[in-house]
């Protein structure tokens, strides 16, 4: 099975920098898709930003323009670079990839456990 492990999140003051960090193992496998979604309390998950395996890539309008979705194929990391931070950032961050699990001879799509960003003075 893949695992995702994500880190990095912390608490930051408004107009602030953060970069999570989402390290996937377990298999051998390809990425098709990464991505970030986002659950605020007593909000649904959203989507943050994804990069598709052709480097394509797409951000929630609310985002566009701070954060950085990208992702070290080699390594197999994903990170999101987040700047001008603001306090409806805050939320519980999830990486999530999708591809093609060669030791299960099927796809997947997989989770993180998640990682706090707080944004507040």
């Known amino acids: 099975q893949v695992q995702l492990v994500e880190s990095g999140g912390g608490l930051v003051q408004p107009g602030g920098s953060l970069r999570v960090s989402c390290a996937a193992s377990?298999?051998?496998?390809?990425?098709?898709?990464m991505g970030w979604y986002r659950q605020a309390p007593g909000k649904e998950r959203e989507l943050v930003a994804t990069?598709?395996?052709?480097?394509?890539?797409n951000y929630a309008d609310s985002v566009k323009g701070r954060f950085t979705i990208s992702r070290d194929n080699l390594k197999n990391m994903a990170y999101l670079q987040m700047n001008s931070l603001k306090p409806e950032d805050t939320a519980v961050y999830y990486c999530?990839?999708?591809?093609?699990?060669?030791?299960?001879?099927?796809?997947?799509?997989?989770w993180g456990q998640g990682t706090q960003v707080t944004v507040s003075s």
């Open positions: 990069e598709s395996i052709d480097r394509s890539t």
């Open positions: 999530n990839t999708a591809g093609f699990d060669y030791r299960l001879n099927r796809r997947y799509n997989s």
């Open positions: 377990g298999s051998i496998f390809s990425i098709d898709v």
